[in-house]
């Protein structure tokens, strides 16, 4: 198995070279990284937005079904007794 040093010696680079290959390397591992938080934040206030909209269609429903038992009509006239 090839270690780094032996990779390396097939392609020999220039000191100039090296060390524009770590700024490229660090900015890869950065943006990467970068990119992990955003996704695991956008995916954090996804469900978040979701368990809220369940949360606000619940309690629609809960409204609703109060205002249909409380304003439900009485029996009809000729029903009720004197």
């Not at 978040?48 to 409380?70: C, F, G, K, P």
């Given at each position: 198995?090839?270690?780094?040093?032996?990779?390396?010696?097939?392609?020999?680079?220039?000191?100039?070279?090296?060390?524009?290959?770590?700024?490229?390397?660090?900015?890869?591992?950065?943006?990467?990284?970068?990119?992990?938080?955003v996704?695991?934040?956008?995916?954090?206030?996804?469900?978040?937005?979701?368990?809220?909209?369940?949360?606000?269609m619940?309690?629609?429903?809960?409204?609703?079904?109060?205002?249909?038992?409380?304003?439900?009509p009485?029996?009809?006239?000729?029903?009720?007794?004197?």
């Amino acid at each position: 198995m090839l270690d780094l040093g032996d990779l390396l010696s097939y392609w020999p680079m220039s000191f100039r070279q090296q060390q524009i290959a770590v700024f490229v390397g660090t900015i890869l591992v950065i943006s990467g990284l970068f990119a992990a938080g955003v996704w695991l934040i956008a995916r954090r206030l996804t469900t978040e937005a979701t368990l809220q909209t369940a949360l606000l269609m619940a309690r629609q429903v809960e409204i609703a079904l109060a205002d249909s038992l409380r304003d439900r009509p009485g029996p009809p006239a000729s029903v009720r007794q004197s």
